[in-house]
């Protein structure tokens, strides 16, 4: 059994930014950051995602060397593996779709897959409803970040926002992870904090939303509390950070951590993905838990 698998599209980046000196094709998608920031906490990972003939084999056989199981990795030879051109500028970050992979389907699900934690991290819509039913038979917590489903695409790639809901999905979900615009997406809701509690009443029994540096913010059982952002060593690509904060939260939760210890956690795991540029950079468990003591203890933190 796995303790976290991780369902989406891989794929392949080209990061623009004023602190990249050469900017090169870098492998990204949510199954690279929340796999590895998983993986160095002592998770054992899987996949299910595609790809196409122009996946490089050095992709593969570095995931490998990492740790991160690919038997549920598809490679259609004649297809594309989905792109995106990312570019940072000072009012933020501008994406572009130049490549897409097929959809995932329930066929490409292992029929005998088992996962303590499955997450479902769309970023192009790949994921489609009956395949997060699917899903759901083989995990006790499901977890989703609907990043891909609240994306909009015109003509030349370029992503803007969109309303996206889906009652079906959503009340199925045990974790739910989001950037703050995505989650008004969602919900429809302006207020975070109603944003929030709408998300836990339709569900989830956790609700988690990453606010840049200002932390996150997060709902459990327990009530409403704000994580602080660790304080990265240096600031170099913020590409993949979300993806790295609930891969080091679910890896914690899934060994029956505090939701409060998660995602101390997962905040000092996505402090270290920042030092890199694409996914170079991970803290070990050793650094990640330093990283997560330093943090103030969230005990009686109220939300703002």
């Not at 796999?35 to 196409?52: E, I, M, N, P, T």
């Not at 006790?140 to 994306?151: A, N």
């Not at 919900?187 to 540096?213: F, N, W």
Request: positive net charge; hydrophobic residues 40%.
């Amino acid at each position: 059994m796995f303790d976290l698998v991780t369902v989406g599209h891989f794929s392949i980046d080209l990061i623009l930014s004023p602190k990249i000196a050469a900017p090169r094709p870098t492998l990204g998608g949510s199954p690279t950051y929340t796999s590895l920031a998983a993986r160095r906490l002592g998770a054992k990972v899987s996949v299910v995602s595609k790809v196409g003939g122009d996946f490089g084999e050095e992709y593969v056989t570095w995931l490998s060397a990492q740790g991160v199981d690919l038997s549920g990795l598809k490679r259609i030879r004649d297809a594309q593996t989905t792109r995106y051109l990312l570019r940072y500028e000072k009012g933020g970050r501008r994406l572009q779709l130049k490549g897409r992979a097929p959809p995932i389907v329930l066929e490409d699900v292992p029929e005998d897959l088992e996962a303590k934690a499955v997450h479902v991290a769309p970023i192009a819509g790949e994921v489609p409803p009956e395949v997060i039913d699917g899903l759901r038979r083989s995990t006790g917590i499901l977890s989703l970040d609907p990043q891909g489903f609240v994306r909009r695409f015109d003509g030349e790639g370029n992503v803007t926002l969109k309303r996206w809901t889906d009652p079906r999905v959503l009340g199925q979900i045990d974790v739910y992870k989001s950037s703050t615009d995505e989650v008004r997406m969602v919900t429809g809701l302006k207020d975070l904090r109603s944003a929030m509690e709408k998300i836990h009443e339709q569900g989830a029994r956790i609700v988690l939303v990453t606010r840049g540096v200002k932390g996150s913010a997060m709902l459990s059982e327990e009530g409403f509390y704000d994580i602080p952002a660790c304080k990265p060593q240096a600031v170099r690509d913020p590409t993949g950070i979300g993806d790295a904060f609930i891969g080091a939260f679910l890896a914690e939760y899934v060994r029956g951590k505090d939701p409060r210890w998660c995602a101390r956690v997962g905040s000092a795991a996505a402090s270290f993905t920042i030092e890199g540029v694409g996914p170079s950079v991970f803290g070990g468990r050793r650094e990640v838990y330093a990283r997560a003591l330093g943090l103030p203890n969230l005990e009686g933190l109220g939300f703002r």
